[in-house]
């Protein structure tokens, strides 16, 4: 009794290749595809029995193709189950044939889109009738098809994963490169922000260096004043006690011959000091007189000049107008200096020469003046320490004096217009805090520059003696006999118009300016109005606008612009028809500061700077940049122009 087993397969083939069923990934490339063909194959050339050629022992009616054949049927013995009596007696054995295997409905692939494409592909016959053995070999060859497939599947599915975690470490190192590119930026910001902390500390101390040394400079200066001070303070006694001695061993010896001739030297003396006086006198009073005559002239013509509603023009003065100036400006130049001679005194100058203490205080006044610079801490230290030196033990008028004239003086020493506005500031701040101060350094001004009042004198030969006497009466300086350059004469006026310009425009937040921006617009006024076009009135409005133009402007704007225009169509355009050599460079400097609109940009240096640059530190010229100083046998040598300022020498 055999007990039969059925076995039917039902194959549904996508594709076929030389008997193989493949099932590709769809993601493939051409090149992965062809080169995975080759592969399979291979393994297929190896695997294969090319010895084994089945040949049919009998023809089958039924065609491969038809549908309507039945699956194969292979009935096996349950007592005979050893293989090697199957195959030997194989032949004996009753098989019977049922229907063949059918791949109808087989596929290797365990897609779903198989089922929808088994319709359209033609179905395999595994076996025929009586072929056993090729339907095995078939089989055997479509489980190999499997493995291989199902290898591929395991190779694509691997080289996925490592793709993956390829892309993750890529990521992830990507990721690290944008944190360590942060961390170093944050580290390069915090050793930028600590190089400039240290440049910052390198340069306050550097700046502080600049200004101890600036303060032992001036420590030192101030001892060598006060020993040389001492040193001539003992000589004199020394000298005056010899002196002494050896007048009382004459007058003891030759009293009575002695005290004739003294007598007739005294008489002798006074005479001649009567003389002198009388004489200075007379020509005073005639020079009052002369100005007295010319300001009475420009009264009656009064017609040439016109005043009105902010506008000014040039006029002609007529025949014999010695004096060009303004009838207010006249009275206010006589009111001042009447004040200065009631305050400070004609004398002053005599004064200042034979009075020790009036000498040594002009010196401490010297000293402050001469070091402002312009920053607000030296401004404020400098106009404190001057207001104490004014109210000190000496006569007020003797300070007021003292302060004018050394104001005025170092003026002219000034190296930067920035010096100039410093000054101007001082003065503000002084002049609030000492009565009359304002006046007296006014009428001081007055004196060594007329173009401050404004005010200007014509030559003429019935007037003045001689050409000399005249330069003299319009600010000439005489020096031993002999008058100064033209020159020089221009550079002092230059500065003193500087001077005056700065001392209008400065504003000082809580403080009044007793002389302000008003007086600077009536100065402009009268100065177009009176004074007529020539070298001198040239240089005097070109300093004066350089200073003080861009404050008139802030304030009055088009009406300053106004003025502006009549100084280029009537001042500057008389001195062009004059075609004077001496003048064609001042009046292009004046066009061009009037054309390029410099009046509209604020000056260098007009407002005070918070702190002293190293840069601005300029030692005095009269200390030849270099001092000595003598301690415990070593010569100390103080040179500012060298980087190690210290060096000692025995």
């Given at each position: 009794?055999?007990a ?8 549904q083939?996508?594709?076929?290749v030389?008997?193989i069923i493949?099932?590709?990934?769809t993601?493939w ?5 062809i ?8 393994k297929?050339?190896a ?16 065609p491969?193709t ?6 194969f049927v ?11 009596d199957?195959?030997?007696e194989?032949?004996?054995k ?7 295997f059918g791949?109808?409905?087989?596929c290797?692939?365990d ?33 190999h ?7 591929i599947?395991?190779?694509?599915s691997a080289?996925?994963a490592?793709?993956s975690?390829?892309?993750?470490k890529?990521?992830?190192a ?6 360590n ?17 240290q ?15 600036h303060?032992?400079k001036?420590?030192i200066?101030?001892k060598?004043?006060r ?38 030297e005294?008489?002798?003396?006074a ?15 005639a020079?009052?007189?002369s100005?007295r005559?010319?300001a009475?002239?420009l009264?009656?013509s ?11 023009r ?31 005194g ?6 200042m ?5 009036y ?16 920053t607000?801490?030296?401004?404020r ?9 004014m ?6 008028s003797v ?6 004239d050394?104001?005025v ?7 930067s217009?920035a010096t100039?506005?410093a000054y101007?500031?001082?003065?503000v701040m ?5 009565p009359?101060?304002m ?10 520059c ?8 014509t ?15 319009i ?7 002999k008058?100064?350059s ?8 230059t500065q003193h ?12 937040n809580?403080?009044?300016n007793?002389h302000g921006?008003e ?14 076009a ?7 409005l070109?300093?004066f ?12 704007k ?6 502006l ?11 062009k ?15 061009s500061?009037i054309q390029s ?17 190293s840069?601005?530190?300029n030692?005095n ?6 001092q ?12 500012y ?6 060096t000692?020498r025995r």
């Amino acid at each position: 009794m055999y007990a039969m087993g059925i076995v039917q397969f039902d194959l549904q083939c996508p594709q076929c290749v030389n008997g193989i069923i493949v099932d590709p990934q769809t993601d493939w490339s051409f090149d992965d595809l062809i080169s995975e063909l080759n592969t399979i194959d291979q393994k297929l050339q190896a695997s294969s029995l090319p010895s084994l050629h089945y040949t049919k022992t009998h023809s089958s009616d039924v065609p491969v193709t038809n549908k309507n054949r039945k699956a194969f049927v292979m009935h096996v013995s349950d007592d005979e189950l050893d293989d090697d009596d199957v195959y030997e007696e194989n032949n004996s054995k009753s098989v019977t044939m049922g229907n063949r295997f059918g791949c109808e409905d087989f596929c290797l692939s365990d897609s779903e889109d198989s089922d929808n494409e088994s319709t359209s592909r033609a179905r395999w016959s595994l076996m025929e009738k009586g072929g056993v053995i090729e339907g095995a070999l078939l089989e055997l060859s479509h489980e190999h098809q499997l493995s291989v497939a199902e290898e591929i599947r395991a190779r694509i599915s691997a080289f996925g994963a490592d793709l993956s975690n390829e892309k993750a470490k890529f990521t992830n190192a990507l990721s690290r490169a944008e944190k360590n590119k942060e961390a170093r930026r944050e580290l390069d910001r915090k050793r930028d922000l600590q190089y400039q902390r240290q440049i910052a500390e390198e340069l306050d101390n550097h700046l502080t260096d600049v200004q101890r040394h600036h303060e032992y400079k001036s420590q030192i200066e101030e001892k060598k004043i006060r020993d040389d001070a001492a040193i001539e303070e003992a000589k004199r006694k020394q000298k005056a006690l010899q002196e002494e001695k050896i007048r009382q061993e004459k007058l003891k010896a030759e009293e009575a011959k002695l005290q004739a001739e003294k007598k007739k030297e005294e008489e002798a003396k006074a005479k001649a000091l009567e003389a002198e006086r009388a004489a200075k006198e007379a020509a005073d009073v005639a020079l009052a007189e002369s100005q007295r005559k010319a300001a009475e002239t420009l009264t009656a013509s009064k017609g040439a000049v016109s005043k009105g509603s902010g506008s000014s023009r040039l006029n002609k003065a007529p025949d014999g107008n010695v004096l060009k100036v303004a009838e207010s400006a006249l009275k206010m130049e006589e009111s001042r200096l009447q004040k200065y001679n009631e305050v400070v005194g004609k004398g002053f100058a005599s004064d200042m020469d034979s009075n020790q203490e009036y000498h040594k205080q002009g010196m401490q006044m010297a000293r402050r003046i001469k070091t402002i610079t312009g920053t607000k801490e030296s401004v404020r230290s400098k106009a404190d320490e001057l207001v104490k030196l004014m109210n000190s033990t000496l006569p007020q008028s003797v300070n007021l004096g003292i302060f004018a004239d050394k104001i005025v003086y170092f003026c002219t020493n000034a190296t930067s217009n920035a010096t100039l506005y410093a000054y101007g500031h001082v003065i503000v701040m002084v002049t609030s805090q000492v009565p009359h101060a304002m006046d007296i350094l006014l009428a001081k001004l007055n004196q060594v520059c007329i173009f401050t009042i404004p005010k200007y004198l014509t030559y003429s030969e019935a007037v003045f003696e001689s050409k000399d006497a005249y330069l003299r009466a319009i600010g000439y300086q005489e020096e031993n006999g002999k008058l100064e350059s033209t020159d020089d004469y221009v550079a002092r006026l230059t500065q003193h118009m500087k001077l005056y310009g700065a001392l209008i425009q400065t504003e000082v937040n809580g403080i009044q300016n007793l002389h302000g921006i008003e007086e600077g617009w009536k100065w402009l006024a009268r100065f177009l109005n009176s004074l007529p076009a020539n070298l001198y009135t040239l240089v005097a409005l070109e300093a004066f606008l350089e200073v003080a133009g861009f404050a008139l402007y802030r304030r009055y704007k088009n009406q300053f612009k106004k003025l502006l225009n009549i100084i280029s169509r009537d001042f500057l355009k008389a001195l062009k028809e004059k075609e004077d050599p001496k003048v064609t460079k001042a009046v292009m400097s004046l066009e061009s500061y009037i054309q390029s609109n410099n009046f509209q940009k604020e000056p260098e240096g007009c407002r005070l700077r918070d702190n002293l640059l190293s840069s601005d530190f300029n030692p005095n010229e009269s200390d030849n940049q270099q001092q000595y100083h003598n301690y415990g046998g070593y010569q100390q040598q103080y040179n500012y122009n060298s980087p190690n300022r210290f060096t000692y020498r025995r």
